[in-house]
């Protein structure tokens, strides 16, 4: 990477993020008809499957209110939260507040409350968009969809989970770390005490059940008292969503001034980086077992847009606290792989799945689990951190 | 390839399946200790995973009492065959008679029986067992299976499904296929009228709701009424499977000398084979939309074993059945591509997992999904099509 002034590397992700994602999808995601918003859109924005993922629908209303929070109050912002919000508060829930997984595109429930996820994203956009319009009916549903999260945590799946229960009795990674995230999204509306809960059960969880010391990488799934367990589900490491924690563990530990945890998410991230890191063809490896055995996911080899854009964000975000030389020679690193391979400059926003050799894979810009998300948020994460150095870069 | 006789053909099928292929899972399957098979297997044979699966366990059985019962009555497939069905039998089943999905290797349950295809194996496994050896009881297992999979085929995924059923009903071109195929392999204790039913049912099923007449492909999902459905599981084409799904109705329309199906097979086959087939590198992709679209699979592009086997199959019976000139050139072309890339010279079996470009993206023999079914199976069907034909091979 040619060395950068961090003014102009603040500058490129603004510019990417309000001259090129957003727009895009302000231009092409909004169905004026039936209200919410497309997300399968080819390479030139086209629709090409109309189906509403509820996720990927409460993605796009949390970044539209986070941006109009945070960036600027741009009423086109505020605009499409709420058209997103309203499509989904009409659409979105069973009977019982629990949030569908698909809808069609005029709102009929196609796949059931089947992924504890579909409410977590729920309630962020709720409280997100609550906060932007000072909408207490919004508030509530964050509100309840937040304490029917807690009440479902320990089954999360519910009757659609297959595991036999006593076997093999196992813990997901996702589960605190989602929660740590809500309870601080939702900080604002909770009473302290529950905030500081969540966060030291999540810490508490990540560090010592979830993360192998010997290797200081963070296993996806564990025994409920932290064991290493060898099945596949036991071995798998996602190096994507370890980095991505790690940012969130660095966010709300810089709120406290807490350098000891800091520290230790910094070298969890870098151990990840490097276990993760395709010393052939560059890029970070989307699944690994952690015993270098046959992953059982056939894309363990693709190089993702998210995974690439998370570890921007926390190699930034590591550089910002720490300063530290290994933090800023692997973000240039990652910098210049993945701003040389993603962007699309013909068509626009970010390519999302590429072959283990950084080709192209499919040229679609928003699909079933690529939405309107992780890319600017991303943007905005990287534009913050940059904002905030003032110290001349290192060569 | 090189002209070759119909004899040098079977004979090289009939040395890769007894020296190569059922020696490397007689000697690296057998879990003496717990009973069973060991399906994760490395490139060498090493075994990565000790979890037993089911559906891997079954096939296997099938597998070996089927060489017994088809091929030549060895003592050491007999014992396999029993090794595999005396573990199955005394853990694979729920009180109810369904099968897990999945079982530690001692045999404890793992995951629910959430998949009917469990159940097909179980059943194909315990009739070909029963064939082999005249034992009542295997027998019995046989036929309660078959009963309950008819009992469950209109809610195959029972608890377990998370489609909402009305909005958009959606039926599968899976099990119609799976219970001719059942039906076949267990009309030896079928009445026959059973056995017709289901047949006629298959065919009727396959070209009257899941073919489409204009493009002579078939999808994995339409609505009931056999319209196209334009989703993700709607567009969804899965070449492999439909080409293995056409030499089942080539096969059993052969015994019933039914040319005008086995044309109708022909022609779709060669249509999938021309849709499914990779211009720039060779080899059939695993998933494909139909619209051409991008697919929801990650790992739509990748060449697998089983795809080419399978076609490999269809090919040799369709020239077998009808001498077609382009039945004969496609054989050549799919059999010149799977014998240059799969087989492993150096650690005996075949390679499972190719990326796009032809090259070895997983080097494990089996997993959770490759056991020693598909490559057995279809070097035995080609090596029997092969010793069947007589007339010249054609330029």
């Given at each position: 990477?040619?060395?950068?002034?961090?003014?102009?590397?603040?500058?490129?992700?603004?510019?990417?993020?309000?001259?090129?994602?957003?727009?895009?999808?302000?231009?092409?995601?909004?169905?004026?008809?039936?209200?919410?918003?497309?997300?399968?859109?080819?390479?030139?924005?086209?629709?090409?499957?109309?189906?509403?993922?509820?996720?990927?629908?409460?993605?796009?209303?949390?970044?539209?209110?986070?941006?109009?929070?945070?960036?600027?109050?741009?009423?086109?912002?505020?605009?499409?939260?709420?058209?997103?919000?309203?499509?989904?508060?009409?659409?979105?829930?069973?009977?019982?507040?629990?949030?569908?997984?698909?809808?069609?595109?005029?709102?009929?429930?196609?796949?059931?409350?089947?992924?504890?996820?579909?409410?977590?994203?729920?309630?962020?956009?709720?409280?997100?968009?609550?906060?932007?319009?000072?909408?207490?009916?919004?508030?509530?549903?964050?509100?309840?969809?937040?304490?029917?999260?807690?009440?479902?945590?320990?089954?999360?799946?519910?009757?659609?989970?297959?595991?036999?229960?006593?076997?093999?009795?196992?813990?997901?990674?996702?589960?605190?770390?989602?929660?740590?995230?809500?309870?601080?999204?939702?900080?604002?509306?909770?009473?302290?005490?529950?905030?500081?809960?969540?966060?030291?059960?999540?810490?508490?969880?990540?560090?010592?059940?979830?993360?192998?010391?010997?290797?200081?990488?963070?296993?996806?799934?564990?025994?409920?008292?932290?064991?290493?367990?060898?099945?596949?589900?036991?071995?798998?490491?996602?190096?994507?969503?370890?980095?991505?924690?790690?940012?969130?563990?660095?966010?709300?530990?810089?709120?406290?001034?807490?350098?000891?945890?800091?520290?230790?998410?910094?070298?969890?991230?870098?151990?990840?980086?490097?276990?993760?890191?395709?010393?052939?063809?560059?890029?970070?490896?989307?699944?690994?077992?952690?015993?270098?055995?046959?992953?059982?996911?056939?894309?363990?080899?693709?190089?993702?847009?998210?995974?690439?854009?998370?570890?921007?964000?926390?190699?930034?975000?590591?550089?910002?606290?720490?300063?530290?030389?290994?933090?800023?020679?692997?973000?240039?690193?990652?910098?210049?792989?993945?701003w040389q391979r993603f962007p699309d400059p013909d068509c626009g926003e970010w390519y999302g799945y590429l072959d283990r050799a950084g080709r192209v894979?499919?040229?679609?810009?928003?699909?079933?689990?690529?939405?309107?998300?992780?890319?600017?948020?991303?943007?905005?994460?990287?534009?913050?951190?940059?904002?905030?150095?003032?110290?001349?870069?290192?060569?």
């Amino acid at each position: 990477m040619m060395k950068k002034r961090w003014r102009d590397l603040a500058e490129l992700y603004r510019n990417a993020l309000l001259s090129d994602v957003i727009p895009f999808w302000q231009r092409h995601s909004i169905d004026t008809r039936c209200g919410g918003f497309y997300t399968c859109l080819d390479r030139d924005g086209t629709v090409f499957d109309t189906d509403k993922f509820v996720w990927l629908q409460a993605r796009q209303v949390w970044l539209f209110a986070m941006l109009y929070n945070r960036l600027e109050q741009r009423d086109a912002w505020l605009d499409i939260a709420r058209h997103g919000a309203r499509f989904l508060r009409r659409h979105g829930m069973d009977s019982d507040g629990n949030w569908y997984f698909a809808l069609t595109s005029d709102g009929r429930p196609l796949v059931q409350p089947c992924n504890i996820f579909s409410d977590c994203f729920a309630a962020m956009a709720f409280s997100q968009y609550a906060l932007a319009v000072g909408d207490d009916q919004a508030r509530q549903i964050a509100e309840r969809t937040y304490r029917n999260i807690l009440a479902r945590k320990h089954n999360p799946k519910g009757q659609y989970s297959k595991a036999v229960p006593t076997t093999r009795p196992t813990i997901a990674m996702a589960l605190p770390m989602i929660l740590a995230n809500l309870s601080l999204e939702l900080q604002w509306l909770l009473d302290a005490r529950t905030v500081n809960e969540s966060i030291e059960m999540c810490l508490a969880e990540l560090f010592g059940l979830f993360l192998d010391p010997d290797t200081s990488l963070l296993h996806e799934h564990v025994s409920p008292d932290g064991r290493r367990l060898d099945c596949f589900d036991g071995r798998l490491i996602n190096p994507g969503h370890s980095i991505e924690a790690m940012w969130f563990v660095m966010d709300l530990a810089s709120r406290r001034n807490d350098t000891a945890t800091i520290a230790k998410a910094v070298d969890v991230m870098l151990a990840t980086i490097e276990f993760g890191w395709d010393r052939q063809h560059g890029g970070i490896f989307y699944f690994l077992d952690s015993r270098h055995r046959p992953p059982q996911q056939l894309e363990w080899d693709q190089k993702l847009w998210w995974v690439h854009l998370e570890s921007l964000v926390a190699l930034a975000m590591a550089y910002r606290l720490t300063a530290r030389r290994d933090c800023w020679s692997w973000y240039q690193k990652i910098h210049d792989y993945t701003w040389q391979r993603f962007p699309d400059p013909d068509c626009g926003e970010w390519y999302g799945y590429l072959d283990r050799a950084g080709r192209v894979l499919l040229p679609l810009k928003g699909g079933k689990w690529k939405g309107c998300f992780h890319l600017p948020r991303a943007l905005y994460m990287c534009m913050r951190q940059f904002e905030q150095l003032s110290d001349p870069a290192p060569d």
